[in-house]
């Protein structure tokens, strides 16, 4: 059972443009979301997170909104860069069964690829 | 600040063998969490460790094992090894107490497995 569901594999979009990249989620126990991005042979980074008691948060050129109601998070590019062109990873944290830490869920991953 | 460093960065095995996958976290983390990552699959949760006791894990064999030593310093081991294994497997580091990073984790390079 997939908790966290990027459904777009891939993206491309115009230099300049918005993009936005979707993710949806089933588990109600999610309290807290993150975006992480994944250049080729390189691991992940933490780019942007929201708490579950915000509906949106602002960084930069990147903004994260959720809809706690529709357990949809999104994130959005604007202006998009080549430079963005990478795997875009949309992860859910909720507290583990025995309470003492946060487990990390993550979507398949969404390729983003802004063309010049 | 060292980040989080995975060796080695390749390898190469046969089926049937085993391997063992290194990783040093972020000075004063004591999470060490694993990941597989294979196209279309995204990042999938292998285990966690924290403070040498494994804290998570996710639905992979007995095959698949781990532990961390008491410098947080964590290997990853995968005996019998199938086709299916190859793979890039990710180490990600967190603090792992309290609700401060709400579950942000911090990701190697990761180790490129092929099993041919």
């Known amino acids: 059972d997939q908790q966290v569901k990027q459904n777009s594999p891939s993206l491309s979009v115009q230099e300049g443009r918005i993009s936005i990249l979707n993710c949806d989620y089933t588990?109600?126990?999610?309290?807290?979301f993150l975006w992480y991005k994944k250049y080729p042979a390189e691991g992940p980074t933490f780019l942007i997170s929201?708490?579950?008691?915000?509906d949106k948060n602002e960084d930069g050129r990147f903004t994260v909104f959720l809809n706690k109601s529709a357990k949809h998070l999104s994130l959005h590019i604007v202006p998009s860069q080549p430079g963005d062109s990478a795997v875009y990873f949309c992860?859910?944290?909720?507290?583990?069964?025995?309470?003492?830490?946060?487990?990390?869920?993550f979507g398949k991953g969404t390729l983003l690829t802004v063309n010049p | 600040k060292a980040g989080v460093t995975q060796t080695p960065r390749y390898l190469i095995k046969t089926r049937g063998q085993q391997v063992t996958l290194s990783c040093s976290p972020i000075s004063g983390h004591r999470s060490v969490s694993w990941y597989q990552q294979t196209p279309g699959q995204g990042l999938q949760f292998l285990f966690e460790?924290?403070?040498?006791?494994?804290?998570n894990k996710g639905n992979f064999p007995g095959r698949f094992s781990g532990r961390q030593f008491s410098n947080s310093r964590s290997e990853m081991n995968v005996s019998t090894l199938e086709l299916g294994d190859s793979a890039l497997y990710l180490c990600?580091?967190?603090?792992?107490?309290?609700?401060?990073?709400?579950?942000?984790?911090?990701f190697g390079a990761g180790t490129r497995l092929s099993v041919l």
């Open positions: 992860a859910a944290s909720a507290r583990s069964s025995g309470g003492s830490n946060y487990k990390l869920t």
């Open positions: 588990n109600s126990m999610f309290d807290y």
């Open positions: 990600a580091s967190s603090s792992g107490v309290g609700t401060g990073d709400r579950g942000i984790q911090y």
């Open positions: 929201i708490s579950s008691i915000k």
């Open positions: 460790y924290f403070s040498e006791t494994q804290r």
